[in-house]
């Protein structure tokens, strides 16, 4: 399929995590159109599995939805920044959990029609407790899961967070390898 040309860049908005374009483009049939997209440096989140088959959650509020969302703990990537090292900065300022090891399930495009966000997702393990270290503005509160009971939450629907539901049902895929 031949892509498609910008013709001309249309910056919207630029805010500290996002920013919003209305661009000109030539179809791949030759037409002039338009696309409104966001530009995203992506984000990366951690399933974390202590010994007994628990995994570390995080129950926080989310504006957008105006609701508490149960989720991995996750985060956003600073540009250039690496998402190994985001992962494990994330997994121990939301859970005060350091990872002796980790493995990387793969990355996902949450929402590819209007945004260019790639989320990386990594499987932790060997667990240390650290203590937690969140950031001035979150408020979050961390709660531990049996993981089949994860997979069991994802398909009733009570799990409607897509970076969970994705990297959860990953690591169910390969432990039944």
Same mark, same amino acid.
């Given at each position: 399929?031949?892509?498609?040309?910008?013709?001309?860049?249309?910056?919207?908005? *630029?805010?500290? #995590?996002?920013?919003?374009?209305?661009?000109?483009?030539?179809?791949?049939?030759?037409?002039?159109?338009?696309?409104?997209?966001?530009?995203?440096?992506?984000?990366?989140?951690? !399933?974390? #599995?202590?010994?007994?088959?628990?995994?570390?959650?995080?129950?926080?509020?989310?504006?957008?939805?105006?609701?508490?969302?149960?989720?991995?703990?996750?985060?956003?990537?600073?540009?250039?920044?690496?998402?190994?090292?985001?992962?494990?900065?994330?997994?121990?300022?939301?859970?005060?959990?350091?990872?002796?090891?980790?493995?990387?399930?793969?990355?996902?495009?949450?929402?590819?029609?209007?945004?260019?966000?790639?989320?990386?997702?990594?499987?932790?393990?060997?667990?240390?407790?650290?203590?937690?270290?969140?950031?001035?503005?979150?408020?979050?509160?961390?709660? *531990?899961?049996? %993981?089949?009971?994860?997979?069991?939450?994802?398909?009733?629907?009570? #799990?409607?967070?897509?970076?969970? %539901?994705?990297? !959860?049902?990953?690591?169910?895929?390969?432990? *039944?390898?």
């Amino acid at each position: 399929m031949k892509p498609e040309k910008t013709i001309k860049e249309n910056l919207c908005f *630029k805010g500290k #995590i996002l920013t919003v374009f209305n661009d000109e483009i030539l179809t791949a049939g030759g037409n002039k159109a338009t696309r409104e997209y966001i530009r995203h440096n992506g984000g990366v989140c951690v !399933v974390a #599995i202590n010994a007994e088959n628990e995994v570390y959650m995080v129950r926080q509020y989310r504006y957008p939805y105006r609701e508490e969302v149960l989720e991995l703990p996750a985060g956003k990537l600073e540009l250039g920044e690496d998402p190994l090292k985001a992962g494990m900065r994330e997994l121990e300022e939301e859970t005060g959990m350091r990872a002796g090891k980790i493995e990387f399930l793969g990355q996902f495009y949450p929402t590819p029609g209007y945004t260019n966000e790639i989320i990386y997702m990594y499987k932790a393990t060997e667990l240390t407790a650290v203590g937690q270290n969140l950031d001035e503005d979150e408020f979050l509160s961390v709660e *531990k899961y049996d %993981i089949q009971k994860l997979g069991e939450m994802i398909l009733s629907g009570e #799990i409607k967070d897509g970076k969970t %539901i994705a990297a !959860v049902l990953k690591v169910l895929a390969g432990d *039944k390898k």
